[in-house]
């Protein structure tokens, strides 16, 4: 099990950029497979990108393919968002997860963040 600590949300133009990180602890941060989910108000949570245990692999959903870009660093344990061309529907708040070893774009992960506010205006 590990703990998990987003950082990084705000409050950004359409069109600007923001980095979330995510911090985890707790276990061997390199058996666990990333994923970050979002969720707007009044809709379910959703799949934006993931990446496997060593990071070779990433994962992206059609909405943010191009713009937004998932990376890990292991000896800092911790996982990125880099998210670029913001656009107002990309407002929600944005959560990280960890599953050991496999990787899955569903909400199927054990170990959650607490969520990070990500507010783009038009």
């Known amino acids: 099990q590990v703990q998990l600590v987003e950082s990084g949300g705000g409050l950004v133009q359409a069109g600007g950029s923001l980095r979330l990180s995510c911090a985890a602890s707790?276990?061997?941060?390199?058996?666990?497979?990333m994923a970050w989910f979002r969720q707007a108000p009044g809709k379910e949570r959703e799949f934006v990108a993931g990446m496997g245990r060593i990071g070779g692999n990433t994962y992206y959903a059609d909405s943010v393919k191009g713009r937004f870009t998932i990376s890990r660093d292991n000896g800092k344990n911790t996982v990125y968002l880099q998210m670029n061309i913001l656009e107002p529907e990309d407002t929600a708040v944005y959560y990280c997860?960890?599953?050991?070893?496999?990787?899955?774009?569903?909400?199927?992960?054990?170990?959650w963040g607490q969520g990070t506010q990500v507010t783009v205006s038009s």
């Open positions: 997860a960890a599953r050991r070893f496999v990787f899955t774009k569903t909400t199927d992960y054990g170990d």
């Open positions: 707790g276990d061997t941060f390199s058996l666990y497979a």
